[in-house]
Structure formats: structure tokens, C-alpha cells
């Protein structure tokens, strides 16, 4: 059914087409004036001043092309073109308002505007003619023949493209007339070398870029792919997108630029494959209709599965697209500039008729084609055709054939037509007086691009920057969603708002019906973005949106999406597990109430008891034999400062303070100085009262109590004079260590001076080292005073406890190596007691058969 409609269709084009041809005569008169051809492409409308446009009508029949030839009547030749209907509504933008503007006594008083309606087909060749028939005033191809008697006309309105613009351009431009360009805005138009006279009414679009950027974050397409058009226009817009994108963080998958080289097989072929292959889903198309043509024509090759359109408005993919074509577009998302509504434009659409317009040839031809009907009767080879209806109107035109809002191009052509009249409403105010002063300006109608470019036409401020277009920063656009329905119906619907210098973006998500294959919102992206807790490497010789996602490293994280760099937490808190946030740190040091220091203190303080109770056995048996061989003013003075090293162990367990951590290492050091320094004046006695025996021998003096305790007052002496340097350069000091473990902060003190600490410990360990040779070398005296042998395994296990302390000390932090320190006090101090003290309590509290002067008398002999 469809094939016999189609059929029927053209059989009826052919009908009239060659009525056309049969009814086309061309006469020749003796004045070139008189040239005519009865089927002429113009239609005029008198007035004071007429406007001439050459615009493109689309028609779905075979466009009429002539020879070159002025030598004899142009013959036609038929070539296939490509039509769209609805470009008529360009035809009745400028009646409309020229007509509005004759009805406006605040514009142009007691002058009236006409028109001269040209149409080109859109084929340069005939856009060239439209210039010299406007020109010429009624013939055709007379160039230098102005046939009217008053030249009226000043100004040209065309063409849709720019390779219009620019054949008209070539003519024009030597009579230096004025050229309105309704089509989209080009750079080479606006070269003032090549075309001087030339006025783009056409937006810049210098901010779409920044529109479409703002519609890539919004929906995070961070890996788009781009279609542009190859001129000018297509590479500029490239270079400010890929800025815009690049300083915004996003990629772009491919960059294919569409030209006639895509009419090699082997071009289009590895065009489409790039397009086809790239993971992007999203991608950006760039340019107009004409300069587009040819990847309209691999659409109709290639269905683009999976693939989401955006468009700028000027490229118009239904006038190369078939009706099912149509339906690859559903979804595409349509940048178009703002299009104000024209008041009044639908009330004047109901009064245009064939029948009230007889002379309007455009619209015969017009409602001919839309209606698929005859205005008057036609019999032709026994065959009678339909005539139209009488109450036809526009509202019955098919959607495809006219568009009911007003289109991009119309609103160029009605804002166009409006700058002409402000502009000469401008002139008359400054340069003429009257209608006849005008038309003499006229003349040099080139005057008006001055007004055009240079001088604002509604308030007559000079503008310092002479340019074509509208203001870029007044640049807004709406987004429009294309959506295809079953029986050829289409419609744009808006969507949402964008202001691009103002970074505005208003769109309503849930209006937007998606291509069919994305049932949701698409996604657009190279890699899988980094959730919290990773970090983005990127991928050596990749777009920075591809890249691989890596775990921070320890002590780091990242609280965001796609973070480049892990961050680490404050000093008061710590990483989370997941590494994805930073946690509150606890305070902490060694408290009695945890384990640890519950049981080094109980420690403690069992051992400074069993001090103090050894103390008092020798105390009650300081009489005793045992007591007394072993100096039992040394024994006293040596088990007090054991106790006081038992008991300074508590002062590192606690929450520290700055008189604590001053304290604490100098108690140690001094009490841990008067023992050793004890243990070392036992050693010397042994010594010296075994070389001493001998009558009159002169060693008995230092055996006196005094030399003892002098040692003793020497050796603590000299610890507190490096005490006291330790305080007074860099002493110990209270401080939080937020490094030692991760997640608390460890409250502790400071040594201040490693070095003065270590010349301490160092001091300790050389009078521990002193009495451990000494204790040694004695070793083998007789068993009366065999208190050496006990005095050397007190400083060996004195010594080896201090000497494992130094490698662990510094390879501990926090709360263990106060842990660790307190340990070595407690183990050191403990060994000197056992060893010491344990066989004497021995013998004094269990065998105190032993503890009789016989028997030590008797173990005295050999």
C-alpha cells in the first residue's frame, strides 16, 4: 500500500513538472530589458524601498538548472536534488514582517517596505542568477542593466549556507550592496578582505562549546567522541572544546572531521569503523546541513547502535534523512539557540491562501506540493486530477512540510529584516530628511553596513567593536529532545536551559526520553571511576580519563570520587580500614588500669616489698657472722637504692607530665648509680680485705666504712653533674607522639638530649663494667668472703639486661618502649637482688647452723 502511494505520488510530480516545461516560453525583444521567462523563481511586493531575498525553497520535484549561455534562450537540463518544504516558512518570515512593519507608525513613517521573494533551489549557480536578476530589476542574466526606472532595492537577504552566501557574495560584493546572511554563522564570511559587504545574522555560537561541557558534567561523560565539520568554523570550535574539556577533566574519545573525502570507500570505511569501535557512547556532532551532507549520507548506510547524538540545531539531519531514518535520532539532545515567539505569526498563518495571493507563485507551488492536489482544474492524457480543498489552511499541512514553531533560519530572517528597518529608520533620522534624500542614499545602499555593524540601529549608540551577530555573552540555548512516534510523527521538546557564561544549567531529567538502547540515563566513560579509598593512575600514552584504580598506600586516603592523589588524615586522626575516611584518635599511654601496667607496677611493688623485707632480716641479724662479713653498711645502703629503683619503675607508668618526665629519668639514673656504685665498693672491700691480712699491711686505712661511702658520694656525684648538663641543655620534656602507632596518640615523654641520655646510661654501664672485672678477678677467694662470685653473676645479668635494652629501645615506640624500660629496671634490679641477697637470706633464714663463726672459721681453713 505504501509502494502504490509512493507511485501514485511521483506520478503526479511528473504531471507537473511537465506541465512545467510544456507551459515555460522564453521571448527575446530588440531591448535586453525585455528578456523574460514566464517561469521565473521571483515574486515581488511593491513598496517604497524593497527588500530583495534569495532564499531556498525545497521541493520535492527536479530542479531546473540552464546553460551558461547568453547566445540564444537557456535550455534546461534536470538534476536530482534533495528538497525539504518546510523551508516556505522563510518565505512567509519575510511577508510577515515586512507587513508588520509597514503596520507600525512609530517605524518608518510615510515610508513602506516591499520585497522581492527569489528562489535559489539552493544551487549556487542559481542563487548567482537570483543576484543578477535582483540587480538588473526584471531580467535574469543582463548583467550592468538596471531595467526600473527608480532603483529601489538596497539590500539582499541570502543564502541558507554559506556556499550560497559566498556565490552571491562575488556578484554582489562588486556593486558593494549589503548582504544579509541568515545562515549559520561561518568564519570565512566574516573575513573583511574576501567579503566585506557581508552581515552574518546567524549566532556565533562561540559558547556552545562551554554549553556542551556543561551538559558533559552534569551527566559525567567524561569520554566523548566528536564529529565535526572541516572548515573553519569546525577546527575552531575544536580547539576552544578541547580546551574547555581538557581544563574540566574530560577526553575526547575520537575526532573525525567530516568532508568529501568521505566519498572514498576506503575513507568512510575506516571513518565508521573508528566511530563504531570507540567505547564512547556519547557523541558530539558539529556543523550545518550543508557541510554535514555527507556523513548524512553514511547515516543512511550505518545505524549507529548504542550511540547517543548531540547536535547543535544548525545541522538539520532531516533534510538528508529518510522517514525511517528518523527514528535513529530518538533521544538526541539538540543545542538551539534561544527563538523567541513571534507575536502574532500564527494569526497571520490563517490568512495567507492561494486564492487570496493568485500572484504569489511560491505558495501555488507550495500548497500544490503539500497538499498533493491541483488549485484548478488538469486533464491530461484522458486523466482528470484531484483539486484542493478550499478549506484547506496551513494548520493542515503535514508536520514534515511545515514546522508549526518558529524555526532557527526564520527567526535570522525576521531579526534580519527588523536590523534592515531600524537601520534605515536610523538613516533617515541622520542622513536623509525625507523619502527621496532615502532612495538618493540608496545608491550607495553599501552605507548601510556602517549602520549595520558599527551603530546600535534601535538606539543609535556607536559600538565600538564592528561585528557580525549578536553579542556572544548574550548567548543562551535551550536543550531540546528529539523523539520519533509510530506514523511518522516527530517532535522537539525542551528539556532544560543552558547560559554558558554564567555556568547555568537547567535541564529536567525525567522530560528526556533516552535512545532505545539506554533504558536510563547513558553512560559515557573510559574507566570505571575510583571510589573512595583508591586513587587514579593514570595510563602511560592515555587520555587522563583512562586510567586504573590503586589502593592508597598505608597512613593515606581518599574521600572522593576519582582523587589523583591519596591525602593523609590530620595528626589527631588516623585512616579508616577501608581507607576511605580519617578516624578520631585515642588517647593513650601506660595506665595502671590496663594489663601491662597493672602488672609491671604489681611487679614493683612486690619486689620493693621483698627489698624492704630482705633489709629487715639483715637489720635483725646484724649481728650475725654472715651480716657481718659482708659489710653490712653496704648491704643497707645497697638494698635502699634497690628499692628506690623498684619504686622509680612507677614513676614512667601513669599519664605523664612535664614534672614527671623531668623526674623520672633522673631518679633512675641517680638511685640506679648509688646501687651500682654500692655493688662496686662491696667488690673493692672483697678485694682489698684479702690483700690486706697480712700484719701492718698498709691497705687496712681503705677498708674504713668512710672510704666506702665516699665512693659511693663520688661515683652519685658525678651522675648528678651529668644530670644536671642533661637538665640544663635539653631536658626531658612532655609531648603527644601521634607517629608511634597508628591509631592512638601516645602520651609520653620525651628524653630531649639522646646524647646526654645515652652518656647517663653510658656512666652506669661503665661503673656496672668496673665491678663486674673487679667481682671477677675475685672470684676464686676462700668461701668466707665469697660474696665475689655473687657479685659477678649480679653485674653479668645487670649487664646483659641493659646491654639487650639499648637495640630494643630504639626499635620500639610508644607505650613498649616504656614497657621495655621499665621491664629492664624491674629485671636488672630484681637480678642484683637475687643473686646478691638470696644466698645470705638462704643461709640466715634456713640454715642458721651455718650462720656461726666456727663454721666460718673452719671453711677459712684449707
Avoid at 522530560?511 to 571511576?529: G, N, R
Wanted: with cysteine.
Amino acid at each position: 500500500m505504501g509502494f502504490r502511494k509512493w507511485g501514485l505520488f511521483f506520478s503526479r510530480l511528473f504531471v507537473i513538472l511537465i506541465f512545467q516545461f510544456y507551459f515555460s516560453k522564453y521571448q527575446m525583444r530588440e531591448h535586453p530589458c525585455h528578456l523574460k521567462r514566464d517561469f521565473s523563481s521571483t515574486y515581488t511586493k511593491e513598496g517604497d524601498i524593497v527588500i530583495g531575498a534569495s532564499l531556498s525553497l525545497y521541493s520535492n520535484s527536479e530542479l531546473m538548472i540552464y546553460k551558461k549561455s547568453f547566445e540564444s534562450p537557456p535550455a534546461s537540463i534536470a538534476v536530482e536534488s534533495q528538497y525539504m518544504l518546510k523551508h516556505y516558512q522563510h518565505f512567509l518570515t519575510v511577508q510577515f514582517a515586512v507587513d508588520e512593519i509597514n503596520k507600525d507608525p512609530q517605524l518608518l513613517p510615510n515610508i513602506s517596505l516591499g520585497y522581492q521573494l527569489l528562489n535559489n533551489f539552493h544551487e549556487s549557480r542559481l542563487a548567482v542568477e537570483n543576484s543578477l536578476m535582483w540587480l538588473s530589476g526584471k531580467g535574469p542574466t543582463i548583467p550592468n542593466y538596471s531595467c526600473d526606472g527608480q532603483h529601489k532595492s538596497m539590500v539582499v537577504i541570502g543564502g541558507m549556507s554559506s556556499t550560497l552566501s559566498m556565490a552571491m557574495a562575488t556578484l554582489l560584493g562588486l556593486y558593494k550592496v549589503p548582504q544579509l546572511s541568515y545562515g549559520s554563522f561561518d568564519l570565512l564570511l566574516s573575513d573583511e578582505v574576501l567579503y566585506p559587504y557581508v552581515y552574518q545574522l546567524g549566532s556565533r555560537e562561540s559558547t556552545l562549546h562551554l554549553a556542551a561541557v556543561q551538559l558533559m558534567l552534569h551527566f559525567g561523560w567524561t569520554w566523548v567522541g566528536l564529529i565535526i565539520s572541516y572548515d573553519l568554523t569546525g577546527e575552531q570550535f575544536f580547539r576552544h572544546l578541547q580546551e574547555e574539556m581538557a581544563w574540566n577533566g574530560l577526553c575526547l574519545a575520537f575526532t573525525e572531521q567530516v568532508s568529501e573525502k568521505l566519498k572514498d570507500y576506503d575513507c568512510y570505511i575506516k571513518c565508521m569503523a573508528r566511530i563504531l569501535g570507540s567505547s564512547s557512547n556519547v557523541i558530539f556532532i558539529f556543523g550545518n546541513t550543508d557541510t554535514l551532507k555527507f556523513f548524512s549520507e553514511l547515516l543512511m548506510i550505518f545505524a549507529f547502535y548504542g550511540k547517543m547524538f548531540i547536535i547543535s540545531a544548525s545541522w538539520d539531519f532531516s533534510a538528508y534523512s529518510t522517514d525511517e531514518m528518523m527514528s535513529n535520532f530518538h533521544g538526541t539532545l539538540i543545542f538551539s539557540q534561544f527563538k523567541r515567539e513571534i507575536p502574532g505569526f500564527t494569526d497571520f498563518l490563517k490568512s495567507v491562501h492561494p486564492q487570496d495571493n493568485p500572484d504569489d507563485i511560491f505558495l501555488k507551488s507550495y500548497w500544490e506540493m503539500a497538499f498533493n492536489c491541483f488549485l484548478s482544474e488538469i486533464k491530461f492524457l484522458n486523466m482528470t486530477y484531484r483539486q484542493c480543498d478550499k478549506s484547506l489552511t496551513f494548520e493542515d499541512v503535514p508536520p514534515i512540510y511545515f514546522d508549526k514553531t518558529i524555526m532557527e533560519l526564520s527567526s535570522n530572517i525576521y531579526n534580519g529584516v527588523y536590523l534592515l528597518a531600524h537601520t534605515l529608520h536610523q538613516m533617515v533620522q541622520t542622513e536623509a530628511k525625507d523619502l527621496s534624500e532615502l532612495l538618493a542614499h540608496l545608491l550607495l545602499s553599501w552605507k548601510l553596513l556602517h549602520f549595520l555593524k558599527c551603530v546600535n540601529p534601535v538606539n543609535g549608540i556607536k559600538d565600538n567593536l564592528c561585528v557580525d551577530g549578536p553579542s556572544m555573552t548574550a548567548e543562551t540555548y535551550d536543550i531540546l529532545n528529539f523523539r520519533s512516534f509510530p506514523g511518522k510523527i516527530w517532535s522537539e521538546v525542551k528539556v532544560g536551559e543552558v547560559i554558558p557564561h554564567e555556568k547555568v544549567l537547567s535541564i529536567n531529567e525525567e522530560d528526556i526520553d533516552w535512545p532505545e538502547d539506554f533504558p536510563q540515563i547513558p553512560t559515557s566513560i573510559c574507566s570505571v571511576a575510583c571510589g573512595a579509598g583508591f586513587k587514579k593512575q593514570f595510563r602511560e600514552g592515555q587520555p587522563i580519563c583512562c586510567f586504573d584504580c590503586t589502593l592508597c598506600p598505608d597512613g593515606k586516603i581518599s574521600n572522593k570520587t576519582d582523587a589523583e592523589e591519596c591525602m593523609e588524615c590530620p595528626e589527631d586522626q588516623y585512616p579508616s580500614k577501608e581507607k576511605d575516611r580519617c578516624l578520631p584518635r585515642t588517647l593513650t599511654y601506660l595506665a595502671y588500669e590496663e594489663t601491662l601496667g597493672m602488672i609491671l607496677a604489681s611487679s614493683a611493688f612486690c619486689f620493693s616489698i621483698l627489698t624492704t623485707f630482705v633489709l629487715g632480716v639483715f637489720v635483725m641479724h646484724r649481728d650475725t657472722p654472715i651480716v657481718k662479713a659482708n659489710n653490712r653498711s653496704l648491704s643497707y645502703i645497697l638494698l635502699i637504692s634497690l628499692t628506690l629503683c623498684f619504686l622509680s619503675s612507677l614513676l614512667f607508668i601513669g599519664h605523664p607530665t612535664p614534672a614527671i618526665c623531668i623526674l623520672r629519668q633522673t631518679t633512675f639514673a641517680i638511685v640506679f648509680t648509688v646501687a651500682i656504685a654500692s655493688i662496686l665498693a662491696k667488690t673493692i672491700t672483697v678485694v682489698l680485705a684479702f690483700r690486706a691480712t697480712k700484719p701492718g699491711s698498709k691497705l687496712r686505712r681503705w677498708l674504713r666504712p668512710a672510704v666506702s661511702h665516699s665512693l659511693i658520694f663520688i661515683c652519685t656525684l658525678i651522675q648528678m653533674g651529668l644530670c644536671g648538663i642533661w637538665l640544663g641543655t635539653d631536658p626531658p620534656f612532655f609531648e603527644m607522639d601521634t607517629h608511634s602507632e597508628a591509631f592512638f596518640i601516645v602520651i609520653q615523654c620525651n628524653e630531649g638530649s639522646l646524647v646526654t641520655f645515652y652518656c647517663v646510661l653510658g656512666y652506669m654501664g661503665f661503673l656496672a663494667l668496673v665491678s663486674f672485672t673487679l667481682a671477677f678477678l675475685a672470684r676464686n677467694l676462700p668461701d668466707t668472703f665469697n660474696e665475689a662470685k655473687y657479685l659477678t653473676f649480679s653485674m653479668l645479668v645487670f649487664c646483659s639486661v641493659w646491654i639487650s635494652f639499648l637495640p630494643a629501645y630504639q626499635s620500639t615506640k610508644g607505650k613498649a618502649m616504656v614497657a621495655m624500660e621499665i621491664f629492664s629496671i624491674l629485671v636488672s634490679s630484681a637480678g642484683i637482688l637475687i643473686c646478691i641477697f638470696a644466698p645470705k637470706c638462704y643461709v640466715i633464714l634456713l640454715r642458721p647452723d651455718r650462720n656461726t663463726l666456727e663454721i666460718l672459721k673452719n671453711k677459712a681453713s684449707p
